[in-house]
Every structure is written in C-alpha cells, then in structure tokens.
C-alpha cells in the first residue's frame, strides 16, 4: 500500500520560495511513469501544476513555467517542487500523485490516484 506524505509548505511573501517535499513508501519511483504535482485553493478544482515522465522530462502548467522546478529523486525516493518567485495566486494546498495531468483534474482522476494529506502554501502580497 502507497503512503504518501507532503512537506515543506508555509508561509512566505511574495517573490519568495519554498521547496516541497513528496516521499512515497511502499513503491519506488521507478515504478511509476509520472509523478506531479498537484493544488487545490479554497473553493477551486484539484489542477496539476507539474509532472515529471519516467524518462525524467518535465512540464509545467503555463501559470508556473519558468517558477517552478520539479526534481525526482529517485535514489532517495523524494519528489521535489521547488518554487520560486512565488505569487498570492500560488496560495493553496499541494499534493503530489503518480499522474501525469496539467489543468483541472476530472472527478475520475481524482478518486483513482492515492493522495497524501498535502501541504499548504501561503503567499502574502
């Protein structure tokens, strides 16, 4: 059984950064094709933000491309969003799951993946 656990939210002022943490146990990240990364703010669907592909291409939602990184690990097992030059419009709760998705996720996906607690992200202007 997948555990998964999000960390390395907070709270930080514009233009700062945060590096999120995703470590899965019971699966290595070899096993899985993609991994993302995903967020959910108060009222709005579940998107996906950033996903790495088994052969270690990334992409990136249009609203974070050239902010946001997404490095694997696959040694230690961690998935990494790095966040820079955050934005009050990045505030929400991130989620990391095996899903190759940019945009809104649709119900189906969202109740197929195993989701962790996530973290929260705060950006203050």
């Known amino acids: 059984q997948v555990q998964r656990m999000e960390s390395g939210g907070g709270s930080v002022q514009a233009g700062g950064s945060l590096r999120l943490s995703c470590a899965d146990s019971?699966?290595?990240?070899?096993?899985?094709?993609?991994m993302g990364w995903f967020r959910q703010a108060p009222g709005k669907e579940r998107e996906g933000v950033a996903y790495?592909?088994?052969?270690?291409?990334?992409s990136y939602a249009d609203s974070v491309k050239g902010r946001f990184t997404i490095p694997k690990d696959n040694a230690e097992n961690i998935l990494y969003l790095q966040m820079n030059s955050l934005k009050p419009e990045d505030t929400a709760m991130y989620y990391c799951?095996?899903?190759?998705?940019?945009?809104?996720?649709?119900?189906?996906?969202?109740?197929?993946?195993?989701w962790g607690q996530g973290t929260q992200v705060t950006v203050s202007s």
């Open positions: 799951a095996a899903l190759c998705w940019i945009g809104p996720l649709t119900a189906a996906l969202q109740r197929g993946a195993a």
């Open positions: 019971g699966y290595t990240y070899n096993d899985y094709y993609c």
């Open positions: 790495i592909n088994g052969v270690g291409t990334p």
